[in-house]
């Protein structure tokens, strides 16, 4: 009567292996192209410099920064609930030079990109100073950095077109 116990047992033992084996070469697998995927797609996702610009200067636009007429939806800054949105459309209004000033190739937050753009002059702010438009790798999660920026800090400044 022992016996089969123990060969009921060594066929368990065997079966329970084999899963194990099979599982692990199955998750090794799935990992492994897990992590081929990711690094893909992520290469895939990153975003130029030039398509970083070109984001962050339709960002300024739409969200009332420069003298053309914002979009419908704005995304708020810090402070945006302190004041009413009239106030905050007013000061915004032609706050900022259309073009992008300059490039810093990472956010305050990490990885990704900062646009910063010029203050107008006829604002009362220091003309060192500009705002930047912050991105992740992708392009996505923009905002406007809630300071001001150096312009001497970039690392890359652009042509701004003279006027």
């Known amino acids: ?3 089969p116990v123990i060969k009921i047992n060594n066929i368990f033992f065997i079966f329970l292996s084999i899963f194990f084996v099979f599982g692990l070469f199955l998750n090794s697998g799935n990992l492994a192209n897990a992590f081929v995927f990711r690094n893909l797609h992520n290469a895939q996702e990153n975003i130029t410099e ?5 984001l962050a200067e339709e960002f ?16 708020p800054e810090l402070l945006d609930k302190l004041v009413s949105p009239e106030t905050v459309m007013k000061l915004r ?3 900022l030079e259309p073009k992008a000033y300059g490039v810093i190739r990472k956010r305050r937050s990490g ?18 100073n500009g705002r930047g438009v912050s991105m992740n790798l992708e392009g996505k999660n923009l905002y406007m950095e809630p300071r001001d920026f150096l312009l001497s800090s970039v690392d890359k400044k652009l042509q701004v077109e003279s006027k």
Request: aromatic share 8%; glycine share 6%.
């Open 111 to 128: 990885e990704g990109w900062t646009i910063v753009f010029q203050r107008k002059p006829e604002k009362n702010f220091d003309p060192k």
């Open 1 to 3: 009567m022992i016996k």
């Open 60 to 75: 300024i636009i739409k969200n009332g920064y420069t003298n053309l007429a914002p979009g419908k939806e704005i995304t």
């Open 50 to 54: 030039e398509k970083a610009i070109s």
């Open 93 to 95: 209004h032609n706050s």
